[in-house]
């Protein structure tokens, strides 16, 4: 099982994803993509459904017409782990961010 | 352009979704749908999806594993119209709601 990261290995981690912040009143990474418009947008979600289904690692997300706003913990771990990491990675390189 | 359902339209075309809901703090409608999975939650969404951008008339909605949770509204007009019940009715159909 995946556990929570801490310490250095933390913030090694935390300064692979400049584009994430980690939210204040949960133990979780938060991105806002913006998109051309809505094909790219569920475009993305779609490319990145498949990645989270693969890995069994799902985000939660809002879509509102060319935004996704992000945000990723791990349940099981609850808080911050690898996974998070790894997934808002994949994210990163499929929105070209 | 699609125009604010107000008075018995409104009340009528309310009675055909029951499964939603008004907002208390804007002019629109929600719905919680819960899936077996997310599978079933993102097909849900891919279909959809695919309704809204023909129609271009698109939901927000926010997806945690197997919940949707759908918020419609028509921006150009700054509120519920026609456009909003005939998605609420698709989405319903597709959820088999």
Known sequence: ????????????????????????????IFRKFVFK?????FGFMTRAALIAEKRDHHPEWLNVYKTV????STHDAGGLTEKDIAL??????????
């Open 1 to 28: 099982m995946a556990v929570k990261l801490t310490g250095e290995t933390r913030k090694t981690a935390l300064a692979s994803i400049p584009g994430w912040t980690e939210l204040m009143e949960r133990d979780a």
């Open 37 to 41: 418009d809505f094909n790219e947008a």
């Open 69 to 72: 706003e992000v945000t990723l």
């Open 88 to 97: 808002a990675q994949a994210m990163d390189k499929l929105a070209g961010a």
